[in-house]
């Protein structure tokens, strides 16, 4: 079927077509296919097509791609505390840690409430997405450096003004979320971390990291807040020396 452009569906499959040959991603034609579909479907609805022609073109499978992580020692050497902590280094390693231990999502980093941090039970209580509420618990490396920066660091930064957010930019008001993004990128490149880094990276390497260890499924998807367990199954990926590790100790000829 030809329209008064010329166009129809066999020569958008072979645009589709030259496409895959010239390299262009899954996810990318993905996104063609669904601005030409919206754009004909459009056309027909004023009347100027008689007929969608990408309405049976299916659209490429994408595939999920695998999250990007930190390795343990890259952690390792982003946590590790300066000899110098004046109150905004202490702070952003409050941060770092935290966010480490506890999977957080940035948003819920930055609007931390005082209130929603328990020192005493090292655990946290969120209202993350959906105003869903969760409980994280949180290491005693993390509660000791919170505990650090609430004594010696944020009272500073406050200039003892109140704030019922835990974590504060120097002017004493919440931080944003492009601000602490700044903030791990520069972390990292002093810890010799010259790589793709971002608080979702640091998230991705908490559940990792967990599941590598041992942890349930079930309980990193509470600590995530994940709806649908399928989105946490995403990280369930391991590395070939976990696994010939595996297979050598369980495997009868291993």
């Not at 890259?74 to 231990?101: D, G, K």
Request: proline share 6%.
């Amino acid at each position: 079927m030809l329209f008064p452009d010329g166009i129809g569906k066999e020569h958008i499959q072979q645009f589709f077509r030259f496409c895959h040959q010239h390299h262009i991603s899954a996810r990318s034609n993905a996104r063609r296919l669904a601005a030409l579909r919206a754009f004909f479907s459009f056309l027909h609805e004023q009347g100027t097509l008689p007929a969608n022609p990408t309405a049976e073109i299916e659209a490429p499978k994408i595939g999920r791609s695998l999250p990007k992580v930190l390795g343990v020692a890259e952690v390792n050497s982003l946590l590790q505390l300066p000899e110098l902590t004046p109150p905004l280094v202490l702070r952003n390693y409050a941060m770092l840690y935290l966010l480490y231990a506890s999977g957080l999502r940035v948003s819920e980093l930055v609007n931390l409430p005082v209130n929603g941090c328990n020192l005493n039970s090292c655990h946290l209580r969120i209202l993350g997405k959906g105003n869903k509420e969760r409980v994280i618990p949180f290491s005693e490396t993390a509660r000791a450096l919170i505990k650090d920066y609430i004594e010696r660091g944020r009272p500073l930064i406050l200039k003892h003004k109140p704030s019922p957010l835990l974590f504060i930019s120097n002017r004493g008001t919440s931080m944003t979320r492009n601000r602490f993004w700044q903030i791990i990128r520069e972390v990292a490149l002093a810890a010799g971390i010259n790589k793709e880094i971002s608080p979702h990276i640091l998230r991705h390497s908490f559940a990792t990291h967990l599941l590598a260890g041992g942890a349930d499924l079930r309980s990193v998807q509470m600590m995530l807040g994940h709806t649908d367990i399928s989105t946490t199954q995403i990280y369930t990926h391991v590395d070939t020396a976990r696994l010939k590790s595996t297979h050598q100790r369980f495997h009868p000829r291993g």
